[in-house]
Nanobody, 126 residues
């Protein structure tokens, strides 16, 4: 059973930074080569892909966060990270970690991932 647990959310002022973590368990993170992603969902909006890292370490970002967010992973710790800098009020959302060994669609599509964490709230005030 794959388990993903996010942490690191909180409230910050615009321009501030946060680092989200996603601790993975239930499988050998690096051995099985999971594709990992970060998604976010604001009230009344659809869940959207923020960033992803594939089995080869290649990263992808939504245009809205390019240059501000960085996705990374520590295979030894089975942990995925999302460093968020220059935060804006529009970044306010619940942030989710997602994983799948074989994406069934594009990295930014929520339906591509079968395993999800419970989410961590990020609130950015102006």
């Amino acid at each position: 059973q794959v388990q993903l647990v996010e942490s690191g959310g909180g409230s910050v002022q615009a321009g501030g930074s946060l680092r989200l973590s996603c601790a993975a368990s239930g499988y050998k993170y690096a051995s099985y080569g999971y594709c990992m992603g970060w998604f976010r969902q604001a009230p009344g909006k659809e869940r959207e892909g923020v960033a992803a890292i594939d089995q080869n370490g290649s990263t992808s970002y939504a245009d809205s966060v390019k240059g501000r967010f960085t996705i990374s992973e520590d295979n030894a710790k089975n942990t995925l990270y999302l460093q968020m800098n220059s935060l804006k009020p529009e970044d306010t959302a619940m942030y989710y970690c997602a994983a799948d060994p074989i994406l069934r669609g594009s990295w930014w599509e929520a339906d591509s991932y079968r395993h999800w964490g419970q989410g961590t709230q990020v609130t950015v005030s102006s």
